[in-house]
């Protein structure tokens, strides 16, 4: 399956598309033991401690060595959060994150797929609007507060999509956010999904 993007979407039925959001992966100072290490091993607090690094591969497992059926499809491209730029006020003392980018970097290695990082933290107006063009299995990984905030609200439009979190635990970085678009009738779908990959996961949803 290729990803397209359809130049003139007002004019036609958009494609079919399955777009799976999830988190970054563990970080430092969030209950989580050790500092953050870099992909070399080096100290660095922008990227994800030992725990965040094994659900890195876990997920890498999960969609790119086909262990989750047709619940958690392989992705035909990949976005990650641009590591070297932040651009939301609020957050510029604390600096772009490594950490979404290190999540997908053993996916997209198996994949042979390069992260789509032109999107900062911050963008995800312009992030949402390309996604929406595609077709096929998008795969994003972010921030959970800009997901929340910014991203679902802009997928989810006036479609009134049943079950969309308004928060997210900061201790949850575990579950599956999935939109389907089916082709056929331009209607959308949304579940959240559990794959319980390491100890201490959580099978309860995101709440309102």
Known sequence: MSVQVNPDSSRFKMAALTLIIIRHAEKPKEEWPGPGLTIEGSPDDKSLVLRGWQRAGAWSALFGAGLGGTEFPRPD????ADPSRNIVTADADDGPSQRPFETVTPLSSALGLKPVTKWAVGEEDDLVNEIMQLSGVALVCWEHKRIISHRLPGIAGSKN?????????RLRFDLVLRFDRDASANAWSFRQLFPRLLSGDSATPLGR
């Open 77 to 80: 491209v990949i976005y990650a």
């Open 161 to 169: 999509l049943l079950g969309l979190p308004s928060m997210w635990n």
